[in-house]
Protein backbone atom coordinates (compact mmCIF):
# COMPACT_ATOMS: atom_id res chain seq x y z
CA UNK A 1 0.00 0.00 0.00
CA UNK A 2 1.16 3.60 -1.01
CA UNK A 3 -0.16 7.05 0.71
CA UNK A 4 0.41 10.02 -1.03
CA UNK A 5 0.47 13.37 0.56
CA UNK A 6 -0.34 16.38 -1.00
CA UNK A 7 0.19 19.42 1.29
CA UNK A 8 0.23 22.02 -1.22
CA UNK A 9 -2.70 24.36 -3.58
CA UNK A 10 -4.24 27.68 -3.10
CA UNK A 11 -5.20 30.43 -4.83
CA UNK A 12 -3.15 32.83 -7.07
CA UNK A 13 -3.74 35.20 -9.29
CA UNK A 14 -3.10 34.58 -13.60
CA UNK A 15 0.42 34.67 -14.32
CA UNK A 16 1.45 33.44 -11.05
CA UNK A 17 3.17 30.36 -9.72
CA UNK A 18 2.22 27.22 -7.38
CA UNK A 19 4.20 24.49 -6.55
CA UNK A 20 2.37 21.04 -5.47
CA UNK A 21 4.65 18.32 -3.59
CA UNK A 22 3.12 14.97 -2.99
CA UNK A 23 4.92 12.41 -0.62
CA UNK A 24 4.52 9.07 -0.94
CA UNK A 25 4.56 6.91 2.26
CA UNK A 26 4.67 2.90 1.62
CA UNK A 27 6.94 -0.38 0.88
CA UNK A 28 5.39 -0.93 -2.43
CA UNK A 29 7.05 -0.41 -5.42
CA UNK A 30 6.26 2.40 -7.60
CA UNK A 31 7.30 2.98 -11.55
CA UNK A 32 5.06 6.27 -12.37
CA UNK A 33 4.19 9.10 -10.22
CA UNK A 34 1.74 12.01 -11.76
CA UNK A 35 -0.88 14.29 -11.66
CA UNK A 36 -4.68 14.59 -12.72
CA UNK A 37 -6.89 17.27 -11.91
CA UNK A 38 -10.50 17.54 -11.94
CA UNK A 39 -12.87 21.00 -12.73
CA UNK A 40 -16.15 21.19 -11.48
CA UNK A 41 -18.92 19.47 -13.87
CA UNK A 42 -15.48 17.81 -15.39
CA UNK A 43 -13.94 14.26 -15.46
CA UNK A 44 -10.75 13.99 -14.31
CA UNK A 45 -7.90 14.60 -16.34
CA UNK A 46 -3.88 13.73 -16.95
CA UNK A 47 -1.49 16.90 -16.06
CA UNK A 48 1.64 15.35 -16.13
CA UNK A 49 3.58 11.89 -14.70
CA UNK A 50 7.17 11.13 -14.25
CA UNK A 51 8.77 7.63 -14.10
CA UNK A 52 10.30 7.12 -10.22
CA UNK A 53 13.36 5.56 -11.99
CA UNK A 54 13.84 8.89 -13.71
CA UNK A 55 13.79 7.34 -17.32
CA UNK A 56 10.83 10.52 -18.97
CA UNK A 57 8.36 12.61 -18.40
CA UNK A 58 5.28 13.71 -19.67
CA UNK A 59 2.65 16.50 -19.99
CA UNK A 60 -0.74 16.90 -21.13
CA UNK A 61 -0.63 19.71 -24.29
CA UNK A 62 -2.50 22.72 -21.94
CA UNK A 63 0.30 22.66 -19.69
CA UNK A 64 3.41 21.79 -21.75
CA UNK A 65 6.04 24.98 -21.81
CA UNK A 66 3.84 25.83 -18.25
CA UNK A 67 4.34 23.23 -15.60
CA UNK A 68 7.45 21.38 -15.03
CA UNK A 69 7.29 17.77 -13.18
CA UNK A 70 10.28 16.86 -10.85
CA UNK A 71 10.90 14.05 -8.24
CA UNK A 72 13.05 13.62 -4.97
CA UNK A 73 13.53 9.77 -5.07
CA UNK A 74 15.56 10.69 -1.54
CA UNK A 75 12.29 12.20 0.06
CA UNK A 76 9.68 10.02 -1.77
CA UNK A 77 8.30 13.32 -3.18
CA UNK A 78 6.85 14.49 -6.41
CA UNK A 79 6.75 18.03 -7.26
CA UNK A 80 4.64 19.76 -10.26
CA UNK A 81 5.70 23.58 -10.70
CA UNK A 82 3.17 25.31 -12.29
CA UNK A 83 3.57 28.56 -14.03
CA UNK A 84 1.71 31.33 -16.07
CA UNK A 85 -1.08 30.17 -14.61
CA UNK A 86 -4.01 30.48 -15.85
CA UNK A 87 -7.82 30.66 -15.17
CA UNK A 88 -8.91 27.34 -16.82
CA UNK A 89 -6.39 25.65 -14.62
CA UNK A 90 -8.34 26.43 -11.60
CA UNK A 91 -8.96 22.44 -10.68
CA UNK A 92 -8.40 19.67 -8.15
CA UNK A 93 -5.25 18.21 -8.31
CA UNK A 94 -5.09 15.29 -7.57
CA UNK A 95 -1.92 13.13 -6.77
CA UNK A 96 -1.50 9.15 -8.28
CA UNK A 97 1.35 6.53 -8.26
CA UNK A 98 1.14 3.33 -10.16
CA UNK A 99 3.68 0.39 -10.16
CA UNK A 100 2.58 -0.74 -13.64
CA UNK A 101 5.22 -0.96 -16.11
CA UNK A 102 3.26 0.96 -19.18
CA UNK A 103 1.81 4.24 -17.97
CA UNK A 104 -1.59 5.52 -18.67
CA UNK A 105 -2.63 8.84 -19.66
CA UNK A 106 -6.66 7.85 -18.22
CA UNK A 107 -6.94 7.70 -14.31
CA UNK A 108 -8.40 4.41 -14.33
CA UNK A 109 -5.26 2.16 -13.96
CA UNK A 110 -3.26 4.25 -11.44
CA UNK A 111 -3.71 2.52 -8.33
CA UNK A 112 -2.58 4.84 -5.77
CA UNK A 113 -4.51 8.41 -5.11
CA UNK A 114 -3.99 11.68 -2.85
CA UNK A 115 -6.83 13.29 -1.46
CA UNK A 116 -6.90 16.23 -3.82
CA UNK A 117 -6.06 19.92 -3.52
CA UNK A 118 -7.78 23.22 -4.08
CA UNK A 119 -5.97 25.32 -7.29
CA UNK A 120 -7.54 28.45 -7.34
CA UNK A 121 -6.58 30.89 -10.16
CA UNK A 122 -8.49 34.09 -10.32
CA UNK A 123 -8.47 36.62 -13.62
Known amino acids: QVQLVEPGGGLVQAGGSLRLPCEAFGRTFIRHMGWFCQAPGKEREFVSA????????WYADSVKGRFTISRDTAKSTVYLQMNSLKPEDTAVYYC?????????????????WGQGTQVNVSS
Open 50 to 57: ISWSGGGS
Open 96 to 112: AADPDRYLSFDPKPWDY
